[in-house]
C-alpha cells in the first residue's frame, strides 16, 4: 500500500480528510517531520485559516525547501492550494511559488458573501487525469475568502462574482481550492484519483 502522508498546516479539517481517505483503503499520517514527508509516496497539503499563520508553521518546520523540492504527487486542499502559489494578499505573505499567481480577496456583494461557502460547479479544461470519471460542471464545496487568478496551470474554474482558480496543476502538483473530503461522490473520486495518477 502506497505511504501517504498529510503535512501538518494547522488546519482543522484532518479529521475528516483522514475519513474519507480511509474510505478506500488509505490510512494517511499527519506529520511535519521532513524525512517522512520526502519518504512518502503521495504527500497531502491541507489547511483552513490564515495563509500567514500556515506559513510560519511550515517554516518553523523547516518545511519549506522540503515542500518544494517534492517528486512524488503532492495534493493541496484549500489553504493547501493557495500556500503553493506564489503570495497571499492576506497579511501580504509569500509562499511556496509551486503554482504561479498570487492569492487575492474574492469580491463581494449582498448576493454574494465573502466568504464563498457551498456548492459551486467546476468547470474543466486540459483533461487532467484527477477529473477522470467526474463530469465537467460537478459541484464541489467551497469554504473560502481568498483565490488564485486563472492561469495557464488552471485545470478547473469556479466563479464567485468572478473566475478563479478551483485546480491548479504543475508537474507532479495538483491543488484544490474547494474540500474534497466534504463534497460527496465527487469528492471522493477527486481523492481516488489523486491517489492513482502517475504525472
Known amino acids: 500500500m502506497a505511504k501517504v502522508v498529510i503535512i501538518d498546516s494547522g488546519g482543522a479539517n484532518i479529521a ?10 488509505v490510512d494517511a499520517d499527519l506529520t511535519t517531520d521532513p524525512a517522512l514527508i520526502s519518504e512518502a509516496d503521495r504527500v497531502i497539503l491541507p489547511g483552513v485559516g490564515a495563509a500567514k499563520d500556515a506559513m510560519r508553521r511550515l517554516c518553523d518546520a523547516d518545511l519549506v525547501d522540503v515542500i518544494r523540492q517534492l517528486r512524488q504527487p503532492v495534493l493541496g486542499i484549500c489553504l493547501g492550494l493557495q500556500l503553493l502559489s506564489e503570495a497571499s494578499d492576506e497579511e501580504n505573505v509569500e509562499c511556496l511559488g509551486v503554482f504561479a499567481g498570487r492569492a487575492t480577496k474574492l469580491p463581494g456583494s449582498p448576493q454574494l458573501p465573502v466568504p464563498n461557502m457551498g456548492w459551486c460547479p467546476v468547470q474543466q479544461s486540459g483533461n487532467h ?3 477522470e470519471g467526474i463530469s465537467d460542471g460537478a459541484h464541489f464545496y ?23 482558480s478551483a485546480v491548479l496543476a ?30
Request: hydrophobic share 45%; glycine share 4%; net charge positive.
Open 170 to 199: 504543475n508537474d507532479n502538483f495538483v491543488a484544490a481550492q474547494f474540500h474534497p473530503e466534504r463534497s460527496s461522490l465527487a469528492g471522493a473520486r477527486f481523492l481516488r484519483n489523486f491517489m492513482e495518477w502517475s504525472p
Open 129 to 131: 487525469p484527477v477529473f
Open 142 to 164: 467551497f469554504v473560502h475568502s481568498y483565490a488564485v487568478p486563472v492561469s495557464k496551470q488552471t485545470v478547473g474554474a469556479a466563479e464567485h462574482a468572478s473566475s478563479f
Open 16 to 25: 475528516s480528510l483522514k475519513f474519507a481517505l480511509a474510505r478506500f483503503g
